[in-house]
């Protein structure tokens, strides 16, 4: 297991931080299927040591439709705000998203569009769903794309989940065992990149 703590010396004294890794539930469809992947990823995650973690669920947030970003906007919508400090005090960030024709939904990508300077130079990773057998790859392709358009890193383990209605209870738990394992190495994989750009950016912060 790859460490995930960070030790930090401030004032002469020592204390912990925890990375702090929200999960972005990407659908907001009725009887929406992915959110039981978020849950289980929520879950693992939360398993970690030295991880704070939330899920950042876009049915709640029901951001309108993007007219401008957020830092030139002095009239934000409800909650956007919120969702920008969320996102700006991030360390790294996953996001959950079912694939739409060969896509991924148009709320996510709302939401996406609405903060920039917030995502930058931050490590993403990415959870794709469908209910056939290719587990949202070609959207997994495509929401590649457009993390690295905002300036973040989207890390090249992912979590596909095929076959979203059998593979999961509601709950988050899934009823393919083979998923705890694809989880872990994906988490561990967040967790690399994530401790990676953080101690890069502490040492520029320190002038190294
Ligand atoms: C508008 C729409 C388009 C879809 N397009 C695809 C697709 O291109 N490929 C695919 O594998 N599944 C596709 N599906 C199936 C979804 O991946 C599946 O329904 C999944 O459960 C959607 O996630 P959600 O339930 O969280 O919204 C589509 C579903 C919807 C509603």
Same mark, same amino acid.
């Given at each position: 297991?790859r460490?995930?703590?960070?030790?930090?010396?401030?004032?002469?004294?020592?204390?912990?931080m925890?990375?702090?890794?929200p999960i972005?539930a990407?659908?907001t469809?009725r009887?929406?299927?992915?959110?039981?992947?978020?849950?289980?990823?929520l879950?693992?995650?939360?398993?970690?040591?030295g991880? /704070?973690? /939330?899920?950042?669920d +876009? +049915? /709640?947030y029901? @951001?309108?439709?993007?007219?401008?970003r957020l830092?030139?906007?002095d009239?934000?919508?409800?909650?956007?705000?919120? @969702?920008g400090?969320k996102i700006?005090?991030? *360390?790294?960030?996953?996001?959950? =998203?079912?694939?739409?024709?060969n896509?991924?939904?148009?709320?996510?990508?709302?939401?996406?569009?609405?903060?920039?300077?917030?995502?930058?130079r931050?490590?993403? $990773?990415?959870?794709?769903?469908?209910?056939g057998?290719h587990? $949202?790859? =070609? #959207?997994?392709?495509?929401?590649?794309?457009?993390?690295?358009?905002?300036?973040?890193?989207p890390?090249?383990?992912?979590?596909?989940v095929?076959?979203?209605?059998?593979s @999961?209870?509601?709950?988050?738990?899934?009823t *393919?065992?083979s998923y705890?394992?694809? #989880?872990a =190495?994906?988490?561990?994989?967040?967790?690399? @990149?994530t401790?990676?750009?953080?101690d890069?950016?502490?040492?520029?912060?320190?002038?190294?």
């Amino acid at each position: 297991m790859r460490p995930t703590i960070r030790s930090c010396l401030a004032k002469g004294s020592l204390f912990i931080m925890a990375y702090y890794i929200p999960i972005i539930a990407g659908s907001t469809r009725r009887d929406r299927q992915s959110i039981k992947v978020a849950r289980f990823v929520l879950a693992r995650l939360k398993q970690r040591q030295g991880v /704070e973690t /939330e899920l950042l669920d +876009l +049915l /709640e947030y029901n @951001f309108p439709i993007m007219e401008e970003r957020l830092h030139r906007r002095d009239d934000p919508p409800p909650r956007l705000v919120e @969702f920008g400090e969320k996102i700006g005090r991030a *360390d790294s960030v996953i996001i959950v =998203t079912p694939e739409y024709n060969n896509g991924y939904p148009g709320v996510l990508k709302n939401a996406l569009d609405y903060l920039l300077p917030e995502y930058e130079r931050k490590p993403i $990773g990415i959870a794709t769903v469908s209910a056939g057998g290719h587990g $949202g790859i =070609t #959207c997994l392709a495509q929401l590649r794309l457009v993390t690295i358009g905002m300036g973040a890193f989207p890390i090249p383990e992912a979590l596909s989940v095929s076959r979203v209605h059998d593979s @999961f209870k509601d709950d988050g738990t899934p009823t *393919d065992p083979s998923y705890e394992k694809r #989880c872990a =190495t994906f988490l561990d994989e967040v967790l690399w @990149f994530t401790e990676a750009i953080v101690d890069r950016k502490a040492k520029e912060k320190a002038g190294k």
